[in-house]
């Protein structure tokens, strides 16, 4: 792909300064990769694009993948703390995408589950990314989507295990 002013700064690892070495390309497209996505919010296309934010996306889908769970469940698979679900929900469940049930073993516990509403919601905002995803790896075979998708998700847990691992202050190399 020629070089353009959109993707001029997204050098490969071959045009690395000399001696910087591939894990120094790697960090600068993390670096690039995290502000493409913030500038787009890789929030899709047409009319659903960025019309929901990445806190509110993940937690339906996480809702949505795994069922009712109650917010410290929530917060230990997403890898932050109970208040910052708290605080993120609340909206969710002041729109109706969100409902909180009583949960089934144990009547005083509060559960949280996406509601019909989130989940119709939700399938918009996916549907809308995924013509995104299609757009963006347009030209790619099944193999490099594949692929890419195995390793970005390997990358994204490697990353967490390690966050994970500082924050119980284990070691860091």
Same mark, same amino acid.
């Given at each position: 792909?020629?070089?353009?002013?959109?993707?001029?700064?997204?050098?490969?690892?071959?045009?690395?300064?000399?001696?910087?070495?591939?894990?120094?390309?790697?960090?600068?497209?993390?670096?690039?990769?995290?502000?493409?996505?913030?500038?787009?919010?890789?929030?899709?296309?047409?009319?659903?694009?960025?019309?929901?934010?990445?806190?509110?996306? !993940?937690? !339906?889908?996480?809702?949505?993948?795994?069922?009712?769970?109650?917010?410290?469940?929530?917060?230990?698979?997403?890898?932050?703390?109970?208040?910052?679900?708290?605080?993120?929900?609340?909206? !969710?469940?002041?729109?109706?995408?969100?409902?909180?049930?009583?949960?089934?073993?144990?009547?005083?516990?509060?559960?949280?589950?996406?509601?019909?509403?989130?989940?119709?919601?939700?399938?918009?905002?996916?549907?809308?990314?995924?013509?995104?995803?299609?757009?963006?790896?347009?030209?790619?075979?099944?193999?490099?989507?594949?692929?890419?998708?195995? !390793?970005?998700?390997?990358?994204?847990?490697?990353?967490?295990?390690?966050?994970?691992?500082?924050?119980?202050?284990?070691?860091?190399?």
């Amino acid at each position: 792909m020629p070089s353009t002013p959109a993707n001029s700064d997204l050098p490969t690892a071959l045009d690395a300064p000399a001696g910087a070495g591939l894990l120094d390309a790697l960090q600068h497209q993390v670096a690039v990769f995290a502000r493409r996505a913030e500038q787009t919010r890789l929030g899709g296309v047409g009319q659903a694009r960025n019309s929901m934010d990445r806190a509110a996306y !993940l937690l !339906l889908n996480r809702l949505d993948l795994e069922g009712p769970m109650g917010v410290k469940a929530l917060a230990g698979g997403m890898g932050i703390d109970s208040s910052t679900v708290t605080r993120q929900v609340a909206p !969710l469940v002041d729109t109706g995408l969100v409902k909180r049930t009583s949960h089934p073993e144990d009547g005083r516990a509060v559960v949280l589950a996406l509601s019909p509403r989130g989940l119709a919601r939700l399938e918009e905002v996916r549907s809308s990314r995924r013509e995104l995803m299609s757009r963006v790896t347009d030209g790619w075979t099944e193999e490099e989507r594949e692929s890419f998708t195995a !390793l970005l998700t390997r990358f994204n847990l490697s990353l967490s295990e390690l966050m994970a691992a500082v924050a119980e202050g284990g070691p860091t190399s």
